[in-house]
């Protein structure tokens, strides 16, 4: 990437992602094949206690699981506009009975004034909890079934991803029932699954409390920090939702001392927040580039990541800030700028931790590792290198710094699915484009 016909980290971010995809598929010439989007639903006992922390009632989750399932939400409709040829809805604790959600057959829609690939929608019900988690003003939102429950409906989910199978409910109106063993294998993956992408997002009201309380359980970050105005709380909502994930912090004191990342998860997390921590996990283990929405991907994702740094670190790409108070504070933490909470960091498992990243500048829009490998200017070509590619090894292990930063707070995965284009294209440029060597030559 160093040698490409441009001034060295010109490329900005892009460099990054590219690097991380070549080494993820071990060539020089990596390539987005199939790209799939999961999408978890599930409901939050804390809405039930304090209907207050959210500008929608909590039935409010089913009809837009629904949406999402025929097609007509807006993580779908980016689904179809940028060639996601997968979209998997699973139900993992939505408080209503979704199992009429009924994928339709794909739908017609036009790009550029050309007509798009469609996507096929497959649904997969997994209700782990029927009305989704406890209320973790009271204890721990899930038990540790349930929360292992939740990780292996998200883990299924990504075997479906990369073997492009969709359920008998893809594009019909049948009903896909919890990815049957010939979805999830076993069996030998098809030839191409190493240039799948995965991208995961969710529906859940009240989610972005359960996230919150996620964040500062992880990263030590105090309530009024982490806490935003989701889906559009006033001022006296807002300050509920800081007073809840204060209490729920309380009360599961000893679970999130002693509990490690998992504990966390399982203490103030939720279905939907499991289930993408699983999901994410199961592409760390295979090395398939897996793309976190925003904020409450995003902090499933930190709980996966704190789990397991290497090799969730290696594969994860983070595709926007979210407008969400604590956004900022949340990838700091994810991409290792801000260290997570001692507790969380002695409960991780023994063994080397990946290094600390440089430090970042201009809000890490320049980190990573071909931009560490830039340098600074009064180094010479050598040292520049040498340099560069020490910080980018201790880069590379952290995810990829979020690209976009447009007011996204939707949630959905809607991020997630914005950024293929621009992973096609890094992966384009490190492929196609001419070294500066051949170009001076010519
Ligand atoms: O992903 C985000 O950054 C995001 C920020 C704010 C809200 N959301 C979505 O809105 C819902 C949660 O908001 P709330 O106010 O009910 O906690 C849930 O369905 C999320 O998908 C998502
Ligand atoms: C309408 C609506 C759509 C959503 N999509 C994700 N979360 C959502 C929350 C609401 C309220």
């Not at 007509?72 to 179809?80: G, K, N, T």
Request: glycine share 14%.
């Amino acid at each position: 990437m160093a040698g490409k016909a441009k001034p060295v980290g010109s490329l900005g971010v892009m460099e990054a992602m590219a690097c991380r995809l070549a080494a993820l598929q071990g060539t020089l010439e990596p390539r987005i094949g199939r790209a799939s989007l999961l999408v978890f639903g599930a409901d939050h006992g804390i809405t039930a206690a304090r209907p207050q922390i959210s500008a929608f009632p909590r039935a409010v989750s089913a009809p837009v699981f629904r949406a999402v399932a025929r097609g007509q939400a807006a993580s779908a409709v980016l689904c179809a506009a940028n060639g996601v040829s997968l979209l998997v809805a699973v139900d993992v604790g939505l408080d209503a009975d979704v199992t009429d959600a009924c994928p339709p057959p794909p739908p017609p829609v036009l790009t550029a004034g050309r007509e798009a690939d469609s996507t096929r929608i497959s649904v997969v019900h997994r209700k782990i909890r029927p009305g989704g988690s406890r209320n973790m003003l009271e204890g721990p939102a899930m038990t540790e079934q349930e929360v292992a429950d939740a990780m292996a409906a998200g883990s299924d989910a990504v075997q479906m991803a990369v073997r492009g199978t969709a359920g008998p409910g893809a594009g019909g109106g049948a009903l896909a029932d919890g990815g049957g063993p010939a979805d999830r294998g076993p069996g030998p993956l098809p030839d191409d699954w190493r240039q799948c992408v995965v991208c995961i997002g969710e529906v859940g009201i009240g989610n972005t409390t359960a996230a919150a309380a996620l964040v500062a359980a992880l990263s030590g970050a105090a309530p009024e920090d982490v806490c935003g105005r989701g889906t559009g709380v006033d001022d006296t909502g807002l300050a509920a939702k800081r007073e809840a994930v204060s209490a729920a912090l309380a009360a599961n004191a000893e679970l999130l001392r002693g509990g490690g990342a998992l504990g966390a998860l399982r203490a103030v997390g939720g279905l939907e927040l499991a289930a993408m921590a699983g999901a994410v996990v199961a592409c760390a283990e295979l090395g398939v580039p897996v793309v976190a929405d925003g904020f409450i991907s995003g902090a499933a994702a930190l709980a996966a990541l704190a789990h397991q740094p290497g090799p969730v670190g290696r594969c994860l790409f983070l595709s926007h800030r979210s407008a969400e108070r604590g956004a900022a504070l949340l990838l700091a933490a994810l991409t290792g700028a801000v260290p997570l909470a001692p507790h969380i960091r002695d409960c991780q498992a023994a063994g080397p931790q990946p290094e600390r990243p440089p430090p970042q500048r201009d809000g890490g829009r320049e980190s990573g590792p071909c931009a560490a490998a830039a340098g600074s200017p009064d180094q010479g070509p050598a040292e520049t290198e040498a340099a560069g590619v020490a910080a980018g090894a201790a880069a590379a292990a952290w995810p990829s710094p979020a690209v976009l930063d447009m007011g996204l707070r939707l949630g959905e995965g809607t991020g997630a699915v914005l950024v293929l284009p621009l992973l096609r294209s890094a992966a384009a440029i490190l492929g196609r484009m001419a070294s500066l060597e051949e170009v001076l030559a010519a």
